[in-house]
């Protein structure tokens, strides 16, 4: 077992640690205020090489470890969680899902889309009365006339109204009315009975649209559909799904590691009765306590990005218990340590002038989007009391 990075995953780290410092921090706060898209940051993102990171090559993308991802997004983070979360659109979630259950034509087109348009596809799993129980969904996809015809909402979806690619989780109802379990299927933004919602007002995160995708009798292709299995489809699209897990945890843990640097730093600087607020003993053990839940939630994050197991395509998957662990620990960590760096600066922690309540109020996501921790918890307890 070694903990060190490699030369490439240094060289790696350090560009996304660059660019988060000089290209994305300045205008940080901009796209939370103004409630504005980074479509600059994706295209500096794209001709880095930091989209579709993953992608085989045989689709023409580099084929880097899902470890490589994890290294991007948490520098990232450190300075503009929004665009961080755009790494993890670009790299895991729908992506992840169509390259390893997808066709061959669905895989080669998604790949294209993220590595030469800068596409970042976004994944419709959650309803108004499906979030946590996702199996109480409502959305159909109805085979018709050799394609399927979708009905539904969706709301809460990231980049909703921005991403050319969706991947709709939807009831597949066979040509004879029978119902064939949940399975997934691509829908493009614009095609005719597809429209954007209510966009919601976050709390943070603003700078991505979080909005819901309406379809009345939206009509698309038969080879659109990305998996169709009564027994296991809905299974293999929640296995796609623990990529994007591991990418959420990543994001918080970036945010969480930005907010304890600038503690860190205010700390050497200010005083209060006659000594460095470094000095006082009380707020070093806070901080010591931080850097141990930073390094426990880095070790269970990158342990299961460093675990991942090939599937198809040659694809890496993380295990489900392993990326559980990862997020229901880091999700909580990382609000943690935001809160207790930003109580460092006492009133002006609190003023929108420094960026440690914006940190607090993006970090609070990681423990609710991408299945709250409660859900993780579900799911570590379920491999601990197997069925039968
Ligand atoms: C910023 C953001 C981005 C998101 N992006 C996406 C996206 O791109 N795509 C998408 O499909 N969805 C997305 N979501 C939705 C997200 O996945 C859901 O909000 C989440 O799964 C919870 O569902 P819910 O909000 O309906 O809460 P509910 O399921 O109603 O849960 C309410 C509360 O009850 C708890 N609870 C529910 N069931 C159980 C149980 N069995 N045991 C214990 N506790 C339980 C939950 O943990 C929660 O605390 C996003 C959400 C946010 C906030």
């Given amino acids: 077992m070694d903990f060190r990075l490699d030369e490439a995953q240094r060289m790696l780290a350090d560009l996304a640690e660059r660019m988060g410092r000089e290209q994305f921090a300045p205008k940080a706060a901009r796209w939370d205020r103004e409630h504005e898209y980074p479509h600059e940051n994706v295209e500096a993102l794209r001709r880095a090489g930091l989209l579709g990171m993953t992608i085989p090559k045989k689709f023409g993308g580099p084929e880097r470890p899902l470890i490589d991802v994890v290294l991007a997004i948490e520098r990232i983070a450190k300075y503009c969680g929004v665009t961080a979360r755009i790494v993890v659109e670009t790299n895991m979630g729908a992506l992840g899902c169509v390259m390893a259950y997808g066709s061959e034509a669905q895989q080669r087109e998604i790949a294209r889309r993220v590595l030469e348009d800068g596409d970042k596809p976004a994944i419709g799993m959650t309803e108004p009365g499906a979030g946590t129980d996702l199996t109480a969904l409502k959305t159909t996809a109805v085979e018709s006339d050799g394609g399927y015809v979708l009905n539904g909402r969706k709301h809460w979806i990231t980049g909703g109204g921005v991403s050319r690619t969706n991947l709709i989780f939807a009831r597949i109802i066979d040509s004879n009315g029978v119902d064939q379990g949940i399975g997934g299927i691509l829908v493009d933004l614009g095609t005719p009975g597809f429209s954007i919602g209510r966009v919601e007002d976050a709390m943070g995160l603003r700078g991505i649209p979080e909005a819901e995708l309406i379809f009345e009798d939206c009509a698309v292709p038969a080879a ?165």
């Fill in 224 to 388: 659109n559909l990305v998996v169709r299995d009564p027994k296991d489809g809905f299974k293999m699209l929640m296995n796609g799904y623990n990529a994007q897990r591991i990418g959420a945890s990543s994001v918080a843990l970036g945010l969480a590691q930005g907010a304890h640097d600038l503690a860190l730093d205010y700390m050497g600087q200010r005083e209060a009765f006659g000594q460095k607020l470094k000095d006082f003993q009380g707020l070093d053990w806070i901080m010591a306590e931080g850097e141990i839940k930073l390094e426990a939630a880095r070790l269970l994050i990158y342990r299961a990005a460093c675990n991942a197991r090939l599937i198809r395509n040659n694809v890496m998957l993380p295990q489900m218990k392993e990326a559980s662990i990862a997020k229901a620990y880091s999700g909580h960590a990382a609000f943690e340590v935001v809160s207790e760096s930003l109580q460092m600066f006492g009133a002006a922690g609190y003023s929108r002038d420094l960026p440690l309540e914006r940190m607090l109020r993006d970090v609070r996501m990681f423990q609710i989007g991408g299945g709250t921790s409660q859900a993780q918890l579900n799911m570590i307890a379920r491999s601990l009391f197997p069925p039968g």
